[in-house]
């Protein structure tokens, strides 16, 4: 098998054709052109598959971007899983377990997994590589993240955009890295598996109180108080974690951050607007057509900072207007009434 003699991989199978999974084959597939490699997605709808066969598109989530031919889809994820030796997760994190206990039996032996999710576990606190690992029964230098500053639509018209390859084995994140390198999309390679899923977990929380502030009309200073804050806190649960502390000041970090919080495209951030414009999470819900992960998350995300001991005083906010304990309202008095230390502590 490839990850084992070092060789590229022939097939990469892409679990999930939502967003960010058709972006990423399609990164792949851009990656693969004139090497024979095959990028197979799965997905859950047969119209979508359709689509993506007999015309390189998926309307659906990504209207208006021509796919790579080397691009095929399948609703049969054995058929997809089959003799695949990198295999890419994008589905909601919430479902992922449940998913992947389906799945178990079907990857080839010495796959390498990647996960595209920026979700914590609700219930356990796990990140989404601990969730593979344990499902799949894989060893960390097996399981892969790959996360940073990366709007799906923004990658998918070929954008500049750089990313993040994390792994404990730097020869697999170098082996991931080499497949997602078309002209457009830049992996740097990363040991600090922790460090960069917790920054892609927590920028979506921070995102959504970003949003809250722009739906309340409050100017920059307020959004990049909280951005700031925010990264404070994010770095402060990372580092009790294990992770380091420049991986959060770099594109998983910080660059990821201040994409999704700046950015009408995020999902997190428009949730969050929403929400600070009057409209209840109900109403959010009923309206989102995408994932969201902040909205789940941050329950998660405040829990494990408890269990850690670790203070997170703008998800703690955040997580109280989710579950109806705040308003919007709340937030700013809250925030800024607590007591005064330093700005290192
Ligand atoms: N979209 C982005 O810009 C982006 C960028 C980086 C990371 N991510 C992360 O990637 C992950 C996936 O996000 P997305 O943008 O592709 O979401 P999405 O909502 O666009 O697509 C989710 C996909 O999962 C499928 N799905 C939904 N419920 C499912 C279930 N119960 N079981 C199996 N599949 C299910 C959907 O059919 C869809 O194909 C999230 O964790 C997100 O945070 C997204
Ligand atoms: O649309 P969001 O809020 O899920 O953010 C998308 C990506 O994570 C940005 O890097």
Same mark, same amino acid.
């Given at each position: 098998m ?14 999930? #054709?939502?967003? $960010?999974?058709?972006?990423? #084959?399609?990164?792949l597939?851009? #990656?693969?052109? !004139? ?6 997605? $799965? ?5 979508? +598959? ?7 598109? %998926?309307? =659906? ?10 691009? /095929? ?5 054995r ?12 589905v ?5 377990r449940?998913?992947?206990r389906? $799945? ?14 920026k ?25 892969? +993240?790959?996360?940073?500053?990366n ?10 955009t ?12 170098? $082996?991931?890295?080499? +497949? ?16 960069v ?13 970003? &949003? ?8 920059? %200073? ?7 804050? &925010?990264?404070?806190?994010?770095? =402060? ?18 660059g ?15 949730? !969050? ?11 959010v819900? %009923? ?26 005083p703008?998800? %703690?906010?955040?997580? &109280? ?5 705040? /308003? ?6 809250l925030?800024? #009434? ?8």
């Amino acid at each position: 098998m490839s990850f084992v003699d070092g060789l590229a991989p022939a097939k990469v199978a892409v679990l999930g #054709a939502g967003s $960010w999974g058709t972006t990423f #084959a399609k990164v792949l597939g851009d #990656a693969a052109e !004139g090497t024979g490699r095959s990028i197979v997605l $799965w997905g859950r709808r047969q119209e979508v +598959v359709d689509q993506i066969n007999n015309h390189h598109r %998926n309307p =659906r989530y990504l209207s208006t971007t021509a796919l790579p031919v080397n691009i /095929t889809a399948s609703t049969d994820v054995r058929e997809v899983l089959a003799r695949a030796e990198l295999v890419v997760l994008a589905v909601p994190a919430q479902t992922l377990r449940e998913q992947l206990r389906g $799945w178990a039996g079907l990857l080839a032996p010495d796959a390498v997994v990647v996960s595209l999710m920026k979700g914590l576990e609700l219930g356990t606190d796990q990140r989404m590589s601990q969730v593979i690992e344990q499902e799949l029964n894989l060893t960390p230098d097996r399981v892969v +993240v790959v996360s940073g500053p990366n709007l799906a639509m923004e990658i998918a018209r070929q954008e500049p955009t750089a990313s993040v390859v994390a792994c404990a084995a730097e020869s697999t994140a170098k $082996w991931v890295a080499e +497949v997602c390198t078309p002209a457009y999309f830049r992996p740097y390679t990363n040991d600090d598996v922790v460090g960069v899923e917790i920054g892609g977990i927590v920028k979506n929380v921070i995102a959504l109180c970003v &949003g809250i502030c722009e739906g309340q009309k409050v100017g920059d %200073n307020t959004k990049a108080s909280v951005i700031t804050r &925010g990264l404070a806190e994010t770095t =402060r649960l990372a580092l009790a974690l294990g992770g380091k502390a420049e991986t959060l000041s770099g594109l998983a970090g910080l660059g990821d951050l201040v994409a999704t919080c700046s950015s009408s495209l995020s999902r997190n951030h428009t949730a !969050g607007r929403m929400l600070g414009e009057g409209l209840t999470l109900e109403e959010v819900n %009923n309206r989102m057509t995408q994932t969201a992960e902040g909205i789940k998350s941050g329950r998660a995300v405040k829990d494990l900072a408890a269990k850690m001991g670790v203070e997170m005083p703008i998800t %703690n906010a955040v997580v &109280g207007v989710l579950e109806g304990k705040l /308003t919007v309202d709340d937030l700013g008095p809250l925030l800024l #009434a607590r007591q005064l230390k330093s700005e290192g502590d």
